[in-house]
């Protein structure tokens, strides 16, 4: 059985994907081998052998094909690679022995790391102790009182305290005789220190130090000072309230003073002590005896009428009326001038007692305010104090390896891609073109 060129590559190809160009060019130039390596690959190369036919030694440019040119590029820099593979890893090794070697060489830093909470400042209100309960006061501290909390961490009266305390210009080997010692203390410290706000409003403030139980000492001395510090805001800010209070006092009772001179000369000029009772006595008698005399009056003028009645009969009620119309004119002119003066002392009245009452009130304060002044309320809560540390914070000898490692083995690749690429070209001949 034979086949022919025009039967076999018809159906050697039927229900075959679609070709793309170049393998259309192959196959319509005749060349039966190159359709059977382009379909099948290398093997193909044996089949015509079987129809009795040889190989077309055509020569076909399989390059064009894209994706062996990424192959080939892949497969070029791999190749570089592993040609210079010694040289990659003897880079990748002394990176490795100088880093374990200057990791080794690095001091050991313990962290001290102590957590607390801001209590709220009006805590420390006489309303928050001594109220009725309608204050409603929060127990822990809002984001303005972290922020006063974090602010005094970081502030200068804090790392003064820390670096006399601790003996940071000694401990730190920096000589404090030279023009800079103060501003390297400070730098050293604080690269050292870290205070900040955690995800849960507490408050984490930790210190490093090459030894352990310095690091935790220094943590909790720290915070410590901390809280007196915000303690100390918050009594000055009572003090003030005291002297404030106390100022007011002074300045009520010499108020109160005069008032009180006032009123008792207006007393006693219009002989007015108590204003109710007083109006009220004075009505009753004024109505009284001028109803007597009226009752005297005509009772004098029936007798003076009838006849018979003796002389001392009528003279005796004659000086009784007499006497009713004495009693009645003094107490028309008491009560005249009660009228004149009752406004006024009543004024002053109203004052006085004002006065006392303002007084008074402003004296319990003073009582409550120095009363919480003297008490020692807290300005935070120490959630987990600093404990020794167990383990180093850093450095961390395996990154510092793996990363040197890694850098090695990234600049050693370029190097010798750039290397072999440019391994050719004569630098002489372009520096001197240049």
């Not at 102790?129 to 200068?156: M, V, W």
């Not at 106390?246 to 001179?261: F, H, T």
């Not at 009752?342 to 004052?351: I, K, L, N, S």
Request: net charge neutral; charged share 25%; with cysteine.
């Amino acid at each position: 059985m034979a086949f022919t060129f025009s039967t076999a590559l018809p159906n050697l190809f039927l229900q075959q994907p679609p070709l793309c160009q170049w393998q259309t060019e192959a196959v319509s130039r005749g060349s039966l081998s190159a359709a059977l390596l382009i379909r099948f690959g290398r093997k193909a190369l044996l089949l015509p052998r079987l129809w009795g036919q040889k190989p077309n030694p055509a020569p076909i440019d399989i390059t064009e094909r894209p994706f062996m040119k990424e192959n080939d590029n892949l497969l070029g820099v791999l190749q570089t690679l592993f040609r210079w593979k010694r040289q990659i890893l003897t880079v990748c090794g002394i990176a490795a022995i100088g880093a374990v070697g200057i990791s080794l060489l690095l001091p050991n830093y313990y962290k001290g790391i102590t957590v607390f909470l801001a209590i709220s400042p009006d805590q420390a209100k006489p309303e928050a102790l001594y109220g009725d309960g309608q204050t409603l006061t929060e127990y822990y501290g809002n984001e303005n009182d972290i922020d006063r909390i974090l602010t005094l961490a970081q502030s200068g009266e804090l790392l003064k305290f820390m670096i006399d305390s601790f003996r940071l210009y000694e401990h730190y080997d920096i000589n404090p005789d030279k023009p800079k010692a103060a501003f390297k203390v400070r730098d050293k410290f604080l690269s050292l220190y870290e205070v900040e706000k955690t995800k849960r409003d507490a408050i984490e403030l930790s210190i490093e130090d090459k030894d352990r139980e310095l690091a935790s000492a220094m943590a909790n001395a720290a915070r410590n000072k901390i809280a007196t510090m915000a303690r100390q805001l918050i009594r000055d800010g009572q003090q003030r309230t005291i002297t404030s209070y106390e100022s007011n006092i002074r300045n009520k009772e010499s108020q109160l003073e005069v008032l009180g001179d006032s009123l008792i000369a207006m007393r006693r000029r219009y002989s007015i002590f108590n204003i109710e009772g007083q109006s009220e006595a004075l009505t009753t008698q004024l109505s009284e005896t001028e109803a007597k005399l009226v009752r005297k009056r005509a009772s004098l003028q029936a007798l003076q009428e009838a006849n018979g009645i003796p002389r001392d009969t009528i003279l005796l009620m004659q000086a009784q009326v007499r006497g009713l119309e004495e009693e009645f004119n003094t107490l028309n002119t008491r009560m005249e001038r009660f009228n004149d003066g009752m406004a006024m002392v009543g004024t002053y009245d109203r004052q006085y007692l004002e006065a006392n009452a303002s007084l008074s009130e402003d004296k319990e304060r003073l009582k409550q305010t120095l009363s919480v002044y003297e008490s020692d309320i807290p300005a935070i809560v120490v959630v987990e104090p600093a404990e020794v540390p167990l383990i180093k914070s850093r450095p961390k000898r395996s990154l510092i390896v793996i990363g040197a490692v890694a850098i090695a083995f990234l600049f050693s690749i370029i190097g010798v891609l750039v290397l072999d690429n440019y391994r050719d070209v004569d630098w002489k001949a372009v520096y001197k073109g240049a």
